[in-house]
């Protein structure tokens, strides 16, 4: 109910203020679990690909949005049913592999799942070297990946802005990566290839710039969900 009411108010309302360029949505399936890996430009970017998918998609968002008080928390946790994301303790010692393993039980269900590979939010604007959990998602659950390229959203909230602005954004949909050909592969080997494959193709999406290594916040743990 949340995502029905929410959808139909902020659906037309992003549209109208943005007027963001949608591209590919018929290559995501319409049913069925299916894996959304998207490069990570913005905290936005959790809310512009839901509003662009033809389908609910699910994210990965801290336990705390849900534990306020008061109207304000009572909106909060509204929204963010709203938007379908998904609450997650990243405190927990085992948060990145409970993260995961929420994301499976996701998928199982039969819906739509986004992931940002990279880990974090780009900071340079330049695509890093994606994290395996991707692809033992996929494989583990046995669902095709959509790769995505989000282009601006890194102007509508940059990193350690509060609040949003009006920029031009695009939002590219890729043809589905199968699992299919991984299978038999050596597990490790799996992965990697799984998920540079997927890398390749956001790339592709995007045209940034690729970094070599991986996307690291100095200080901080960062899970790969």
Wanted: hydrophobic share 40%.
């Amino acid at each position: 109910m949340f995502y029905s009411l929410g959808r139909t108010v902020l659906v037309p309302l992003s549209h109208a203020l943005y007027r963001p360029t949608i591209e590919g949505k018929h290559h995501v399936p319409r049913d069925g679990g299916v894996i959304l890996a998207s490069n990570h430009l913005s905290f936005i970017d959790s809310f512009a690909i839901p509003l662009a998918s033809p389908r609910q998609v699910r994210f990965l968002a801290k336990e705390e949005y849900w534990t306020g008080s008061g109207l304000g928390g009572l909106l909060r946790k509204g929204f963010f049913n709203a938007v379908g994301m998904v609450p997650v303790n990243r405190h927990s010692p085992t948060a990145a592999q409970e993260s995961l393993d929420t994301a499976l039980e996701v998928l199982r269900a039969g819906d739509a799942f986004g992931i940002y590979p990279e880990g974090t939010r780009s900071r340079d604007g330049r695509l890093y070297r994606g994290r395996t959990g991707v692809a033992w998602l996929a494989l583990t659950a046995g669902v095709p990946v959509v790769p995505v390229g989000l282009i601006g959203t890194e102007n509508i909230q940059p990193v350690g802005s509060s609040f949003p602005t009006l920029a031009k954004v695009t939002v590219r949909f890729g043809a589905p990566i199968g699992v299919e050909k991984y299978a038999g592969m050596p597990a490790g080997r799996a992965r990697r290839q799984l998920t540079d494959e997927v890398m390749d193709a956001i790339a592709a999406l995007t045209g940034q710039e690729r970094a070599e290594g991986y996307n690291e916040v100095p200080g901080a743990a960062e899970t790969e969900v």
